[in-house]
């Protein structure tokens, strides 16, 4: 009954969607030169959403006008500029009987943590979702969210977005462009082909404009691919 309300509620925000393809070698072997170390110090091992969540975060240091969302003020129709982020985090949940669910919960205040603090506090909030533990307040205040449909296959997300929030960011499969994936290892590494992830930006189009949208995806495909 809630997934229903949820969606229906979606359907009342206007909304567009800014697509970006990234190359994803350098953040392959980022991430393994990681785990690489956390694996020898017993620290826990760092998956693609941990980092392209965090890029979503560090991007909206500087691409604001993405923390935003609608509302209606004395009959005014209104933007609302958030000081804080609070990033929802899409959890597929399998319940006992076998069927699926979404829970989306979110991490609070992440805007000035750093990659360290953030992930510790990711994995406790997954932990909770896994173990049943989470609270109504945990899915009180998101102003934006992350999905990760990428990790079931799919290539290309343009998800749902709930009234409050500016944006929600589809995360795509990472592999090969589909044209070179029949092709051997050598050709591959001859043509110099890289694997690819397509990132979604599906945003509200009432405050936030196209132009913002696609700087901020340009500022997360620049974050993952090692500036800074």
Known sequence: A???ENMEASLGVPTATSVRTVPAKLLEVNRQILNNHLNRTGRGKVSFTHLIAYAVV??????????ASFTVLDGVPSRVRHEQVNLGLAVDVT???????????????????????????????????????ITPDDFAGTTATITNP???????????????????LGVGAIGYP???????QQTIAQLGISKVITLTS???????????????LGRVHQLVLGAE
């Not at 560090?58 to 923390?67: D, K, Q």
């Not at 990428?150 to 929600?168: A, D, E, K, N």
């Not at 589909?178 to 051997?184: H, I, K, L, S, V």
């Not at 509200?204 to 901020?216: M, N, T």
């Open 202 to 216: 599906t945003y509200d189009h009432r405050v936030i404009q196209g132009a913002e949208s696609g700087e901020f």
């Open 95 to 133: 319940k006992a009987d076998g069927s699926r669910s979404l829970l989306v919960p979110n991490l609070k205040h992440v805007q000035d943590l750093d990659f360290a603090a953030f992930f510790v506090e990711y994995e406790d909030l997954i932990r909770r979702v896994r173990a049943g533990t």
């Open 150 to 168: 990428g990790m079931i296959g799919t290539v290309h997300s343009v998800p749902r977005l709930m009234p409050g929030q500016g944006f929600i």
């Open 58 to 67: 560090r991007a909206l240091r500087e691409v604001p006008a993405m923390n």
């Open 178 to 184: 589909a044209e070179y994936e029949g092709a051997d």
């Open 2 to 4: 809630r997934i229903v």
